[in-house]
Protein backbone atom coordinates (compact mmCIF):
# COMPACT_ATOMS: atom_id res chain seq x y z
CA UNK A 1 0.00 0.00 0.00
CA UNK A 2 0.97 3.59 -1.09
CA UNK A 3 1.00 6.15 1.98
CA UNK A 4 1.21 9.54 0.65
CA UNK A 5 3.21 12.33 2.42
CA UNK A 6 1.87 15.88 0.99
CA UNK A 7 4.71 18.79 2.12
CA UNK A 8 2.16 21.74 1.83
CA UNK A 9 -0.29 19.64 4.00
CA UNK A 10 1.59 18.06 6.61
CA UNK A 11 4.72 19.93 6.85
CA UNK A 12 4.76 23.40 5.43
CA UNK A 13 3.71 25.90 2.73
CA UNK A 14 7.33 27.08 3.01
CA UNK A 15 9.82 24.84 3.50
CA UNK A 16 12.80 26.60 3.59
CA UNK A 17 16.81 25.55 5.17
CA UNK A 18 19.05 22.88 5.74
CA UNK A 19 19.34 22.34 9.42
CA UNK A 20 17.02 21.73 12.60
CA UNK A 21 19.18 25.30 14.40
CA UNK A 22 18.18 26.94 10.78
CA UNK A 23 14.50 27.74 11.69
CA UNK A 24 11.32 25.85 12.10
CA UNK A 25 10.47 24.31 8.61
CA UNK A 26 14.02 22.94 7.67
CA UNK A 27 15.12 19.81 5.34
CA UNK A 28 16.36 17.96 8.25
CA UNK A 29 13.59 18.31 10.19
CA UNK A 30 11.20 17.17 7.44
CA UNK A 31 13.63 14.26 6.72
CA UNK A 32 13.65 13.61 10.43
CA UNK A 33 10.07 13.89 11.71
CA UNK A 34 8.18 12.85 8.94
CA UNK A 35 10.09 11.70 5.62
CA UNK A 36 12.02 8.74 7.96
CA UNK A 37 8.88 7.45 9.55
CA UNK A 38 7.11 7.13 6.75
CA UNK A 39 9.46 5.41 4.90
CA UNK A 40 9.64 3.04 7.23
CA UNK A 41 6.12 2.26 8.04
CA UNK A 42 5.33 1.81 4.16
CA UNK A 43 5.58 0.00 1.27
CA UNK A 44 5.68 2.57 -0.55
CA UNK A 45 5.90 6.17 -0.55
CA UNK A 46 4.65 9.04 -2.44
CA UNK A 47 5.83 13.01 -1.56
CA UNK A 48 3.84 15.57 -3.24
CA UNK A 49 5.59 18.28 -3.82
CA UNK A 50 2.55 20.83 -4.97
CA UNK A 51 1.17 23.02 -2.94
CA UNK A 52 4.92 24.54 -1.44
CA UNK A 53 5.44 27.95 -2.45
CA UNK A 54 9.37 27.28 -2.46
CA UNK A 55 11.60 25.34 -1.48
CA UNK A 56 15.37 26.41 -2.08
CA UNK A 57 18.05 23.72 -2.40
CA UNK A 58 19.23 23.31 0.68
CA UNK A 59 16.36 22.06 2.17
CA UNK A 60 15.59 19.54 -0.91
CA UNK A 61 19.00 18.17 -0.54
CA UNK A 62 19.61 17.75 2.90
CA UNK A 63 15.69 16.04 3.15
CA UNK A 64 16.20 14.01 0.28
CA UNK A 65 19.88 14.04 -0.35
CA UNK A 66 20.21 13.53 3.57
CA UNK A 67 18.02 10.11 3.38
CA UNK A 68 21.61 8.98 1.61
CA UNK A 69 23.91 10.90 3.30
CA UNK A 70 22.59 11.29 6.91
CA UNK A 71 20.51 7.96 7.12
CA UNK A 72 22.71 5.66 5.41
CA UNK A 73 19.42 4.51 3.39
CA UNK A 74 20.74 3.08 -0.16
CA UNK A 75 19.51 5.16 -3.21
CA UNK A 76 18.87 1.98 -5.55
CA UNK A 77 16.36 1.46 -2.85
CA UNK A 78 15.03 4.90 -2.14
CA UNK A 79 14.56 4.58 -6.18
CA UNK A 80 12.77 1.77 -5.84
CA UNK A 81 10.24 2.24 -2.77
CA UNK A 82 10.29 6.48 -3.17
CA UNK A 83 7.81 8.48 -5.86
CA UNK A 84 8.21 12.26 -6.03
CA UNK A 85 5.15 13.59 -7.59
CA UNK A 86 5.01 17.57 -9.11
CA UNK A 87 3.18 19.26 -11.87
CA UNK A 88 6.25 21.03 -12.05
CA UNK A 89 8.89 18.54 -13.41
CA UNK A 90 12.08 20.21 -12.90
CA UNK A 91 11.63 19.24 -8.64
CA UNK A 92 11.16 15.59 -9.24
CA UNK A 93 14.38 15.88 -11.50
CA UNK A 94 16.05 17.91 -8.14
CA UNK A 95 15.17 15.44 -5.84
CA UNK A 96 16.73 12.38 -7.72
CA UNK A 97 19.69 14.15 -8.59
CA UNK A 98 20.30 14.80 -4.88
CA UNK A 99 20.04 11.51 -3.94
CA UNK A 100 21.77 10.39 -6.79
CA UNK A 101 24.75 12.78 -5.79
CA UNK A 102 24.51 11.63 -2.46
CA UNK A 103 25.84 8.36 -3.23
CA UNK A 104 28.81 7.35 -1.31
CA UNK A 105 32.26 8.14 -3.68
CA UNK A 106 34.30 4.96 -4.31
CA UNK B 1 52.22 75.75 48.74
CA UNK B 2 53.04 75.13 44.36
CA UNK B 3 52.13 71.68 45.57
CA UNK B 4 49.13 72.62 46.75
CA UNK B 5 47.92 75.11 43.99
CA UNK B 6 48.98 72.31 41.76
CA UNK B 7 46.71 69.64 42.84
CA UNK B 8 43.68 72.49 43.26
CA UNK B 9 44.46 73.08 39.58
CA UNK B 10 44.18 69.37 38.92
CA UNK B 11 41.20 69.41 40.61
CA UNK B 12 39.58 71.82 38.55
CA UNK B 13 41.30 70.60 34.92
CA UNK B 14 39.55 66.81 36.27
CA UNK B 15 36.17 68.39 36.68
CA UNK B 16 36.56 70.74 33.89
CA UNK B 17 36.68 67.41 31.72
CA UNK B 18 34.16 65.77 33.61
CA UNK B 19 31.64 68.64 32.80
CA UNK B 20 32.62 68.50 29.49
CA UNK B 21 32.03 64.74 29.37
CA UNK B 22 28.65 65.36 30.86
CA UNK B 23 27.11 67.81 28.31
CA UNK B 24 28.92 66.28 25.38
CA UNK B 25 27.14 62.87 26.22
CA UNK B 26 23.62 65.17 27.12
CA UNK B 27 24.16 67.19 24.11
CA UNK B 28 21.37 66.51 21.19
CA UNK B 29 22.51 66.51 17.61
CA UNK B 30 20.19 66.77 14.80
CA UNK B 31 21.21 65.31 11.80
CA UNK B 32 19.75 66.10 8.56
CA UNK B 33 19.10 62.85 6.08
CA UNK B 34 19.56 63.01 2.63
CA UNK B 35 17.10 64.39 0.11
CA UNK B 36 17.37 61.11 -1.51
CA UNK B 37 17.67 58.10 0.32
CA UNK B 38 19.46 55.52 -1.95
CA UNK B 39 21.83 53.14 -2.22
CA UNK B 40 21.59 51.17 -5.51
CA UNK B 41 23.09 52.65 -9.26
CA UNK B 42 23.90 55.99 -7.76
CA UNK B 43 27.17 56.61 -6.57
CA UNK B 44 27.16 60.21 -5.48
CA UNK B 45 23.83 59.08 -3.60
CA UNK B 46 25.23 56.48 -2.46
CA UNK B 47 28.24 58.19 -1.05
CA UNK B 48 26.10 60.86 0.79
CA UNK B 49 24.00 58.31 2.54
CA UNK B 50 27.10 56.47 3.09
CA UNK B 51 28.28 59.68 4.46
CA UNK B 52 25.06 60.48 6.70
CA UNK B 53 25.07 56.70 8.34
CA UNK B 54 29.37 57.63 9.32
CA UNK B 55 27.89 61.06 10.79
CA UNK B 56 25.16 59.14 13.27
CA UNK B 57 27.45 56.11 14.11
CA UNK B 58 30.36 58.75 15.39
CA UNK B 59 27.80 60.81 17.35
CA UNK B 60 26.18 57.97 19.01
CA UNK B 61 29.65 56.23 19.82
CA UNK B 62 30.84 59.79 21.25
CA UNK B 63 27.64 59.25 23.77
CA UNK B 64 25.65 61.71 22.32
CA UNK B 65 21.94 61.85 21.61
CA UNK B 66 20.83 61.68 17.89
CA UNK B 67 17.23 63.40 16.14
CA UNK B 68 17.09 61.90 12.55
CA UNK B 69 15.56 65.10 10.72
CA UNK B 70 13.50 64.05 7.93
CA UNK B 71 12.47 67.33 6.89
CA UNK B 72 14.59 67.73 3.55
CA UNK B 73 14.18 64.01 2.65
CA UNK B 74 12.48 63.91 -0.46
CA UNK B 75 12.55 60.59 -2.22
CA UNK B 76 12.95 57.38 -0.30
CA UNK B 77 14.07 54.21 -2.55
CA UNK B 78 13.87 50.66 -1.80
CA UNK B 79 17.18 49.43 -1.15
CA UNK B 80 17.99 52.79 0.55
CA UNK B 81 15.27 52.26 3.18
CA UNK B 82 16.58 48.55 3.41
CA UNK B 83 19.69 49.48 4.78
CA UNK B 84 18.53 52.34 6.72
CA UNK B 85 15.74 49.72 8.89
CA UNK B 86 19.11 47.72 9.16
CA UNK B 87 21.22 50.25 10.82
CA UNK B 88 18.17 51.52 12.93
CA UNK B 89 17.53 48.44 14.18
CA UNK B 90 21.41 47.94 15.35
CA UNK B 91 21.88 51.19 16.40
CA UNK B 92 18.68 50.63 18.62
CA UNK B 93 20.28 47.94 20.13
CA UNK B 94 23.40 49.30 20.65
CA UNK B 95 22.43 53.01 22.08
CA UNK B 96 19.47 52.00 23.95
CA UNK B 97 17.15 55.58 23.77
CA UNK B 98 20.03 57.50 21.94
CA UNK B 99 17.97 57.88 18.98
CA UNK B 100 14.76 59.76 17.64
CA UNK B 101 13.55 61.51 14.95
CA UNK B 102 11.54 64.71 13.84
CA UNK B 103 8.51 63.83 11.11
CA UNK B 104 8.86 63.80 7.71
CA UNK B 105 7.81 67.02 6.07
CA UNK B 106 7.32 65.14 2.62
CA UNK B 107 3.92 62.79 2.92
CA UNK B 108 5.23 59.87 0.92
CA UNK B 109 8.04 59.26 2.80
CA UNK B 110 6.22 59.81 6.02
CA UNK B 111 3.71 57.10 4.65
CA UNK B 112 6.49 55.11 3.43
CA UNK B 113 8.78 55.13 6.92
CA UNK B 114 5.46 54.15 8.88
CA UNK B 115 4.65 51.47 6.18
CA UNK B 116 8.00 49.95 7.11
CA UNK B 117 8.17 50.60 11.40
CA UNK B 118 10.94 53.00 10.68
CA UNK B 119 9.11 55.67 12.51
CA UNK B 120 7.55 53.31 15.39
CA UNK B 121 11.21 52.45 15.93
CA UNK B 122 12.36 55.73 16.34
CA UNK B 123 9.53 56.81 18.74
CA UNK B 124 7.51 58.68 16.52
CA UNK B 125 3.35 57.73 16.63
CA UNK B 126 2.18 56.85 13.32
CA UNK B 127 -0.56 59.86 12.20
CA UNK B 128 -0.56 58.61 8.92
CA UNK B 129 -3.62 56.43 6.47
CA UNK B 130 -0.67 54.41 4.20
CA UNK B 131 -2.80 54.99 1.12
CA UNK B 132 -0.48 55.46 -1.99
CA UNK B 133 0.12 53.25 -4.46
CA UNK B 134 4.01 53.69 -4.56
CA UNK B 135 3.61 52.76 -0.44
CA UNK B 136 1.07 50.07 -0.48
CA UNK B 137 2.71 48.18 -3.27
CA UNK B 138 5.68 47.54 -1.34
CA UNK B 139 6.20 44.44 1.04
CA UNK B 140 8.92 44.61 4.10
CA UNK B 141 9.55 41.52 5.91
CA UNK B 142 12.14 41.10 8.34
CA UNK B 143 13.00 38.51 10.19
CA UNK B 144 15.69 36.07 11.93
CA UNK B 145 17.11 33.08 10.55
CA UNK B 146 15.56 30.60 7.95
CA UNK B 147 12.03 30.90 7.69
CA UNK B 148 10.32 32.31 4.88
CA UNK B 149 6.46 32.22 6.23
CA UNK B 150 6.57 35.72 6.86
CA UNK B 151 6.93 36.60 2.79
CA UNK B 152 4.03 34.14 1.64
CA UNK B 153 1.74 37.07 1.50
CA UNK B 154 4.07 37.94 -1.16
CA UNK B 155 4.84 34.76 -2.94
CA UNK B 156 0.70 34.56 -2.93
CA UNK B 157 0.90 37.62 -4.89
CA UNK B 158 3.96 37.16 -7.39
CA UNK B 159 2.45 33.41 -8.23
CA UNK B 160 -0.85 35.41 -9.61
CA UNK B 161 0.59 37.36 -11.46
CA UNK B 162 3.36 35.38 -12.90
CA UNK B 163 2.14 31.41 -12.33
CA UNK B 164 3.44 28.71 -10.73
CA UNK B 165 6.70 28.18 -11.90
CA UNK B 166 8.32 31.07 -11.82
CA UNK B 167 6.89 32.43 -8.52
CA UNK B 168 8.57 29.43 -7.28
CA UNK B 169 12.09 30.14 -8.76
CA UNK B 170 12.03 33.09 -7.51
CA UNK B 171 11.03 31.76 -4.00
CA UNK B 172 13.54 29.04 -4.54
CA UNK B 173 16.21 31.82 -4.87
CA UNK B 174 14.95 33.84 -1.66
CA UNK B 175 15.11 30.68 0.65
CA UNK B 176 18.20 30.11 -0.29
CA UNK B 177 19.45 33.58 0.00
CA UNK B 178 18.09 33.46 3.85
CA UNK B 179 19.78 30.05 4.18
CA UNK B 180 23.34 31.75 3.18
CA UNK B 181 22.59 34.89 5.60
CA UNK B 182 21.99 32.22 8.42
CA UNK B 183 25.03 29.76 7.48
CA UNK B 184 27.73 32.36 6.16
CA UNK B 185 26.52 35.72 7.52
CA UNK B 186 26.57 35.50 11.24
CA UNK B 187 28.59 32.89 11.58
CA UNK B 188 25.84 31.21 13.88
CA UNK B 189 26.61 33.32 16.76
CA UNK B 190 23.71 34.85 17.72
CA UNK B 191 21.37 34.12 14.90
CA UNK B 192 20.75 35.91 11.24
CA UNK B 193 18.95 38.55 10.70
CA UNK B 194 17.36 39.99 7.17
CA UNK B 195 15.73 42.61 5.93
CA UNK B 196 13.64 42.20 2.60
CA UNK B 197 11.63 44.92 0.32
CA UNK B 198 9.90 43.17 -2.55
CA UNK B 199 6.99 44.22 -5.10
CA UNK B 200 5.72 42.87 -8.45
CA UNK B 201 4.63 45.37 -10.88
CA UNK B 202 3.03 44.24 -14.43
CA UNK B 203 5.36 41.08 -14.17
CA UNK B 204 8.34 42.61 -12.74
CA UNK B 205 9.90 41.48 -9.35
CA UNK B 206 11.78 43.79 -7.55
CA UNK B 207 13.54 42.10 -4.23
CA UNK B 208 16.09 43.88 -2.20
CA UNK B 209 17.70 41.82 1.02
CA UNK B 210 19.92 42.84 3.03
CA UNK B 211 21.87 41.55 6.47
CA UNK B 212 24.60 43.18 8.26
CA UNK B 213 26.39 40.09 8.86
CA UNK B 214 30.68 39.60 8.28
CA UNK B 215 29.94 39.76 4.64
CA UNK B 216 30.93 37.83 1.28
CA UNK B 217 34.66 38.76 0.66
CA UNK B 218 35.33 38.39 4.88
CA UNK B 219 33.76 34.89 4.78
CA UNK B 220 35.65 33.55 1.76
CA UNK B 221 38.66 35.05 3.16
CA UNK B 222 38.38 32.85 6.04
CA UNK B 223 38.81 29.78 3.71
CA UNK B 224 43.11 29.72 2.70
CA UNK B 225 42.49 28.43 -0.56
CA UNK B 226 40.91 31.26 -1.75
CA UNK B 227 44.08 33.18 -1.78
CA UNK B 228 44.73 31.49 -5.53
CA UNK B 229 41.96 33.61 -6.98
CA UNK B 230 42.99 36.56 -6.01
CA UNK B 231 46.15 38.57 -8.12
CA UNK B 232 48.76 41.21 -6.69
CA UNK B 233 46.97 43.16 -9.86
CA UNK B 234 43.14 42.69 -8.02
CA UNK B 235 44.50 43.79 -4.51
CA UNK B 236 46.13 46.97 -5.94
CA UNK B 237 43.51 48.29 -8.03
CA UNK B 238 41.40 47.21 -4.68
CA UNK B 239 38.90 45.09 -6.65
CA UNK B 240 39.77 42.29 -4.23
CA UNK B 241 36.39 42.14 -2.52
CA UNK B 242 34.18 42.70 -6.08
CA UNK B 243 36.15 39.46 -7.40
CA UNK B 244 35.44 38.00 -4.20
CA UNK B 245 32.06 38.72 -4.28
CA UNK B 246 31.81 37.12 -8.24
CA UNK B 247 33.60 34.41 -6.67
CA UNK B 248 30.89 33.54 -5.03
CA UNK B 249 28.36 34.33 -7.37
CA UNK B 250 29.84 31.97 -10.26
CA UNK B 251 30.33 28.87 -7.32
CA UNK B 252 32.97 29.28 -5.39
CA UNK B 253 31.81 28.02 -2.26
CA UNK B 254 33.28 29.02 1.18
CA UNK B 255 32.53 25.44 2.65
CA UNK B 256 34.18 23.44 -0.29
CA UNK B 257 31.40 20.65 0.03
CA UNK B 258 29.72 19.94 -3.30
CA UNK B 259 26.32 19.81 -1.78
CA UNK B 260 26.45 23.54 -0.55
CA UNK B 261 27.25 26.87 -1.74
CA UNK B 262 24.52 26.89 -4.00
CA UNK B 263 22.26 30.27 -3.39
CA UNK B 264 24.09 32.81 -5.27
CA UNK B 265 24.48 30.96 -8.02
CA UNK B 266 21.27 30.10 -8.49
CA UNK B 267 20.14 33.48 -7.87
CA UNK B 268 22.76 34.52 -11.23
CA UNK B 269 21.48 31.68 -13.28
CA UNK B 270 17.68 32.97 -12.35
CA UNK B 271 18.37 36.45 -13.42
CA UNK B 272 20.17 35.40 -16.56
CA UNK B 273 16.73 33.09 -17.39
CA UNK B 274 14.68 36.71 -16.87
CA UNK B 275 14.45 39.09 -19.63
CA UNK B 276 16.87 42.28 -19.11
CA UNK B 277 16.92 41.14 -15.22
CA UNK B 278 19.45 42.71 -12.86
CA UNK B 279 21.64 42.03 -9.37
CA UNK B 280 23.80 43.51 -8.10
CA UNK B 281 25.52 42.41 -4.70
CA UNK B 282 26.93 44.79 -2.15
CA UNK B 283 29.16 43.62 0.30
CA UNK B 284 31.60 45.07 2.59
CA UNK B 285 34.04 47.27 0.03
CA UNK B 286 33.26 45.61 -3.46
CA UNK B 287 30.34 44.80 -5.42
CA UNK B 288 29.33 42.57 -8.17
CA UNK B 289 26.68 43.59 -11.05
CA UNK B 290 24.50 41.86 -13.85
CA UNK B 291 22.43 43.28 -16.45
CA UNK B 292 21.05 41.29 -18.58
CA UNK B 293 19.96 44.61 -20.60
CA UNK B 294 23.71 45.78 -20.73
CA UNK B 295 24.80 42.00 -21.46
CA UNK B 296 27.82 42.52 -18.48
CA UNK B 297 29.38 41.42 -15.91
CA UNK B 298 30.93 44.08 -13.37
CA UNK B 299 32.90 44.05 -10.33
CA UNK B 300 33.79 47.42 -8.60
CA UNK B 301 35.56 48.76 -5.14
CA UNK B 302 32.99 51.16 -2.68
CA UNK B 303 34.39 53.92 -1.58
CA UNK B 304 32.07 53.75 1.72
CA UNK B 305 32.39 50.48 2.70
CA UNK B 306 28.55 48.59 3.72
CA UNK B 307 28.20 46.50 6.28
CA UNK B 308 27.33 42.92 5.29
CA UNK B 309 25.37 42.12 2.27
CA UNK B 310 22.44 44.01 0.23
CA UNK B 311 21.15 42.05 -3.03
CA UNK B 312 19.35 44.03 -5.37
CA UNK B 313 17.83 41.88 -7.19
CA UNK B 314 15.03 43.11 -10.75
CA UNK B 315 13.61 40.68 -12.88
CA UNK B 316 11.18 40.49 -15.75
CA UNK B 317 9.35 36.96 -14.74
CA UNK B 318 6.78 36.91 -18.04
CA UNK B 319 8.50 34.08 -19.55
CA UNK B 320 10.87 32.69 -16.87
CA UNK B 321 10.84 29.44 -16.44
CA UNK B 322 12.69 27.99 -13.54
Known amino acids: MTVVLNIAKQFSRSPAGRYRTDGPFSGEAFREDLLLPALSQSEALEVQLDGVLGFGSSFLEEAFGGLVREAGLKADALHAKLRISSKLKTYEQRVWRYVDDARPKS | MRARAKAGATRRFSRSRKERSTSLQSATRSIQVPAHLRYYADRHQREKFGGFLEQVEKSLALGRKVVLNFCDTKRLYPCGVLVFMGIVDDWIQRFPSRLSANYPSDDLVEQMLQHVGGLQKLGLSPRKNISHDDVTRWHYFTGMNVDATPIEPFMEQVRMVVGEAAQMGLAD??????????????????????????????????????????????????????????????????????????????????????????????????????????????????????????????????????????????????????
Open chain 2, 173 to 322: CVNEAMTNVRHHAYDNSGGGWWWIFATISDKRVFVAMHDRGSSIPATLLAKPDIWDYLTGRVWRQGRADGKLISAAAERRTSTKLPYRGKGLPEMLQFTKLSENGELAIYSRHGFFRFSGREKIESVGRLTKPITGTLIVWMLNLSGTMP
